[in-house]
């Protein structure tokens, strides 16, 4: 495919019927406008904060009270505060529907199949209110939960949400120290978990676990039975009950929604903990409903009665982003458990048999798919599928490549980016214009996204940091234990003044896009210049031989040389021939710049639980230093690999 041409067209049809377009036209009649494109829309959208953030309110029909103020001190990122009067429940708008048609379906890898109603996941979330209730809990207490991505889930989160507790997950995998390390800080009424779980084929046992931190939380345990035996986990766990038993007592009835502030705390979030311990980050009910209403109704384009699927754990936040498809009428299609069990078919199989019609996953597992010589193309029939979203890492250009060449040439592909700490997207995909590889369509409507130099200018045709230059409503309320707000202060505001400084490398390109090139705190500076080290991944992770690879900047000489950790496929060996193809590889496709000092073959490459390579983390262990919290890594022993390499010290 070449570059000079887009991979992806929306067709007239598609664009002037879809809701964003609706959108467009029903803002230019209400407000007196002209807009005729995305770029028109995304330029009015920040100019006039007030109208189009009502304008979405209005046009996504989200029930509550809005009223007259949407926005206060509108010029000032702490202080802003939007729809400072209204008063909405953020489990009203998710509960939209009624009826025996499917809210939920769920996978748990090949051992389980589940499909709730709209009017089995109500009267079970009224069930569990009134269990909540009987239990004390109430406004503003904290609900916590190591759970898989199963319908009971979301169940006990719409919940928590009906009554204004707060909720806060993780998933299973967790350690014990991990989920205290977490949870033990918001200090919760209730510690929700499941009885086991699947993982590639095996059954993941959790009593000790269980007992442990229910212990240590001192609070009640609710059992959710899935894999294992809950009876034993319950026996096991002190002050426990199984789900049936905590439900028994109670009757459904129509759910009661409390009417609570704009501003009410619905989530607690954690940043991942590979610095220290997890940042525990507060985020409102009114800002992350309308937020992700937007960006499923208009940048998805998600209509009532549609699949939508993505594939996360409960402790990464595109679990929340998921949940909101909801107030989009749509349908949610769960999976819990390894996407390579019992092979690398599963996903798309799941999508072939319900018809997704978006298909969310991570760049690591488009990645993945592309190395296992799959290509659902010509083995699924995926002609449902309309729109397919990647985050988690930057998606490469080959990676783009590979999903129209080996998925379906004739999907928008969205790349996507944002964070936990918005719980949503700063720039993501939108359905009137087209996509170029290698590039993120845009940033989202209302956020005033842009990229700064390092003396704060705004830059063209050169990287620089992502930032967003006026407050907008998903911003978190504060970080929990931060009464002063200093954390939340240091956090993004630091950098530029009254600017939030999202920490990314980030470049915008000719076609009003952008590139992410990685995480700015981990970018490489030899000489003084600047490289993304997403721009050595694109270039190596192509080769056959490469499964996987880490860089980092080493201290060196007074300056940083640039270091290559990479994982080789079983059959492949770091000969000189490899370093010579990998270096090559990485001049003639990046710059001389871009070229290893070294280039060292590791047995592992420690990761996040949401699959997200640690640079930062290595980088530490190659210096000497600590690394604080090895328990937020999925394979924190890899860490070990990296600690007093001869080859760094020579």
């Known amino acids: 495919m070449q570059d000079d041409r887009p991979l992806w067209t929306p067709s007239e049809q598609s664009r002037s019927t879809s809701p964003m ?45 809005r009223g007259e103020r949407t926005l206060v001190h509108g010029d000032d ?27 939920l379906i769920f996978r748990g890898e090949d051992k389980v ?3 709730w109603s709209w009017d089995r996941l109500t009267e079970t979330v009224s069930k569990l209110q009134q269990a909540y209730r009987a239990l004390g809990i109430g406004k503003g207490d904290r609900i916590a939960a190591m759970m898989p991505n199963m319908p009971e889930t979301i169940a006990c989160m719409l919940a928590a949400a009906s009554i204004g507790a707060i909720w806060s997950s993780c998933s299973p995998d967790f350690g014990e120290q991990g989920v205290m390390d977490r949870v033990g800080q918001i200090e919760p009424k209730l510690f929700i978990a499941c009885s086991g779980y699947w993982y590639n084929g095996k059954l993941q046992d959790v009593t000790e676990k269980v007992s442990a931190v229910s212990r240590r939380l001192g609070v009640p345990a609710l059992i959710v039975p899935y894999a294992g035996d809950a009876d034993a986990v319950v026996k096991a766990t002190a002050n426990a009950r199984t789900l049936e038993d905590f439900l028994t007592p109670f009757e459904a009835k129509p759910v009661e929604y409390a009417a609570l502030p704009f501003s009410h705390p619905l989530y607690i979030l954690f940043s991942s903990g590979t610095t220290g311990v997890p940042k525990c980050i507060v985020h409102s009910a009114g800002g992350t409903l309308l937020q992700l209403v937007k960006e499923h109704r208009l940048h998805c384009g998600v209509r009532p009665g549609e699949k939508v699927f993505y594939f996360t754990t409960c402790g990464w936040m595109m ?17 819990d458990g390894s996407p390579f069990a019992p092979d690398g078919n599963v996903l798309f199989d799941y999508a072939r048999d319900e018809k997704f019609a978006v298909f969310g996953t991570s760049a ?14 010509t083995s699924h029939d995926l002609s449902s599928l309309r729109l397919m979203t990647s985050t988690g890492s930057p998606l490469s250009p080959e990676g783009f490549t590979f999903v129209y060449e080996g998925i379906k040439g004739d999907v928008q592909l969205a790349s996507i980016s944002g964070g936990t700490d918005i719980v949503s997207c700063f720039v993501l995909g939108n359905p009137l214009q087209p996509v170029w590889r290698g590039e993120i369509q845009g940033p989202g409507l209302g956020l005033a996204v842009d990229v700064w130099s390092e003396d704060g200018r705004p830059v063209r045709g050169e990287k620089g940091e992502l930032v967003c230059t006026k407050a907008f409503p998903s911003m978190p309320i504060m970080f929990w234990n931060d009464p002063d707000r200093a954390k939340y202060r240091a956090a993004y505001f630091e950098r530029f003044d009254n600017i939030w400084c999202h920490g990314d490398f980030a470049e915008w390109t000719e076609h009003g896009g952008l590139v992410i090139h990685g995480r700015s705190d981990a970018t490489l500076n030899p000489g003084g210049v600047r490289i993304g080290t997403a721009e ?9 031989e490469v499964a996987e690879a880490l860089c980092i900047g080493q201290d060196w000489e007074d300056d940083v040389r640039v270091v290559l950790f990479v994982r080789l496929v079983p059959t492949a060996e770091l000969t000189d021939d490899l370093v010579k193809a990998i270096k090559t590889r990485i001049r003639t496709g990046a710059t001389p710049r871009h070229v290893p000092a070294k280039i060292i073959a590791v047995r592992d490459i420690p990761r996040t639980k949401s699959g997200k390579i640690v640079e930062l983390a290595v980088r530490d262990m190659v210096h000497g230093r600590p690394v604080r919290n090895k328990e937020a890594l999925a394979n924190p022993e890899a860490l070990d690999l990296f600690a007093g390499l001869a080859e760094l010290r020579e």
């Open 319 to 335: 679990w929340n982003w998921l949940v909101n498809g909801l107030a989009a009428g749509a349908t949610l299609c769960l999976y």
């Open 77 to 103: 990122m702490l202080e802003a505060r939007f729809f400072p009067d209204a008063e909405l429940n953020f489990a009203e708008n998710l509960l939209i529907r009624s009826g025996d048609s499917d809210a």
């Open 21 to 65: 377009h609706v959108f467009m036209e029903a803002c230019n009649e209400r407000f007196g406008l002209a807009l005729s494109d995305f770029p028109s829309l995304h330029a009015w959208s920040i100019a006039d904060r007030e109208s189009f953030w009502a304008a979405v309110w209005d046009f996504c029909g989200i029930k509550g009270y």
């Open 113 to 115: 199949r589940d499909r």
């Open 364 to 377: 690591k597992y488009i990645d993945a798919v592309r190395k296992s010589g799959l290509t659902p193309a």
């Open 536 to 544: 050595i991944y694109n270039q190596i992770e192509q080769m056959e």
